[in-house]
T-cell receptor, first 112, second 115 residues
Framework: DAGVTQSPTHLIKTRGQQVTLRCSPK?????VSWYQQALGQGPQFIFQ???????QRGNFPDRFSGHQFPNYSSELNVNALWLGDSALYLC???????????FGQGTRLTVV | DQQVKQNSPSLSVQEGRISILNCDYT??????FLWYKKYPAEGPTFLIS?????DKNEDGRFTVFLNKSAKHLSLHIVPSQPGDSAVYFC??????????????FGQGTTLQVKP
């Protein structure tokens, strides 16, 4: 079992650009959530996807959008990147009937 | 509005002794609590959880205690080992009938276990 896998692991983008991050959930998991972790802080919930729909959203602007595919994998898109978007982006998955979320290793995004 | 707080940024203990990590929350509606461990350059790893209907859950060297009246939970690690050195995050969730399970994290506590 490969667990939750994210790609890429590191990314450098220029302010104003757009970025897409990818996540493959753990086998058997159908619910995927995305989190942003700034340096020295705990992860902050961005949104959650289930059955290819956004089910819940945190306090993030519309520049942050996502998608879930029929195979449960997911993408996080961020438009018009700000310097403040530099962070570790974490994907977490769990079965819809479960309570423990399992995290990927994260994508380190640096906006310059 | 920090709903989950870990007031100790760091903790240092001797190998073999007990490590106690604390977490406070403000929302009495939280129905599930989890602890995660995070090493540098890795994602958080699930450690142990507890439902709000319980006051204790044990898994090997790890025990989580929940005090609902005080809105406080703690993670006990006994005995502590150098490999336990990491950042520990407390998280709370509101599953309820919708089971969305959004996790709200504390700021983390860095544990150092000295040999």
């Amino acid at each position: 079992d490969a667990g939750v896998t994210q790609s890429p692991t590191h990314l450098i983008k220029t302010r104003g650009q757009q970025v897409t991050l990818r996540c493959s959930p753990k086998s058997g998991h159908d619910t995927v959530s995305w989190y942003q972790q700034a340096l020295g802080q705990g992860p902050q919930f961005i949104f959650q996807y289930y059955e290819e729909e956004e089910r819940q959203r945190g306090n993030f602007p519309d520049r942050f959008s996502g998608h879930q595919f029929p195979n449960y994998s997911s993408e996080l898109n961020v438009n018009a990147l700000w310097l403040g978007d530099s962070a570790l982006y974490l994907c977490a998955s769990r079965p819809s009937s479960g309570t423990e979320a399992f995290f990927g290793q994260g994508t380190r995004l640096t906006v310059v | 509005d920090q709903q989950v707080k870990q007031n100790s940024p760091s903790l240092s203990v001797q190998e073999g002794r007990i490590s106690i990590l604390n977490c406070d929350y403000t929302n009495s509606m939280f129905d599930y609590f989890l602890w995660y461990k995070k090493y540098p350059a890795e994602g958080p790893t699930f450690l142990i959880s507890i439902s709000s209907i319980k006051d204790k859950n044990e898994d090997g060297r790890f025990t989580v205690f929940l005090n609902k009246s005080a809105k406080h939970l703690s993670l006990h690690i006994v005995p502590s080992q150098p490999g336990d050195s990491a950042v520990y995050f407390c998280a709370a969730s509101l599953y309820g009938s919708s089971n969305t399970g959004k996790l709200i994290f504390g700021q983390g506590t860095t544990l150092q276990v000295k040999p």
